[in-house]
């Protein structure tokens, strides 16, 4: 019981909660928002007198209801929409700003089983065969017969 009481009281446990209610809450707001305002503008523009969610069809005797799909299609669009550019893009900015990439260092290719392996390696990570060691001169790589005791 201990560690269910932990496990529930961790702190990513009630964030995720918290994000779910608050998700439940803004897609409800969305769809009274596509019922209130969009669906009746998309009826006029289709000739459904102003609801379009009454929008239907009939084969056989089935009713197919088509435009209860198209506003769930409007409200997923507009809630997919909302979180890309009010959550999703400016924490990508913010990461972007606060935790830029590191420059990769220079890599060389192992003789034996051409795999990439950092310049500075002195063992291959893939097949264990031993590098030999790389000389930087002046920001470049020095000629590995050059005489370097002058």
Same mark, same amino acid.
């Given at each position: ?10 702190? $990513?446990?009630?964030?995720?909660? /918290? ?21 009746? /503008? ?25 435009? +209860?799909?198209?506003?769930? +299609?409007? &409200?997923? /669009?507009? /809630?997919?929409a ?8 400016p924490? $990508? ?7 830029p ?27 264990t ?17 050059? $005489?370097? &005791?002058?």
């Amino acid at each position: 019981m201990k560690g269910f009481r932990a496990f529930l009281l961790r702190g $990513n446990v009630v964030d995720l909660a /918290v994000g779910i209610v608050i998700g439940a809450a803004f897609t409800a707001l969305v769809t009274g928002f596509v019922k209130a305002f969009l669906t009746p /503008v998309v009826g006029l523009a289709s000739g459904a007198t102003g609801d379009f969610s009454a929008r239907s069809f009939k084969a056989s005797g089935v009713t197919f209801p088509y435009g +209860v799909f198209i506003d769930a +299609v409007i &409200s997923f /669009v507009i /809630v997919a929409a909302v979180i890309y550019f009010l959550v999703v893009l400016p924490m $990508n900015k913010m990461q972007e700003r606060f935790f830029p990439k590191a420059t990769s260092a220079p890599v060389r290719e192992c003789p034996e089983c051409l795999t990439a392996v950092p310049a500075a390696a002195r063992r291959c990570s893939a097949c264990t065969s031993q590098l030999a060691p790389t000389v930087v001169v002046q920001g470049g790589p020095a000629d590995h017969g050059a $005489n370097l &005791s002058k």
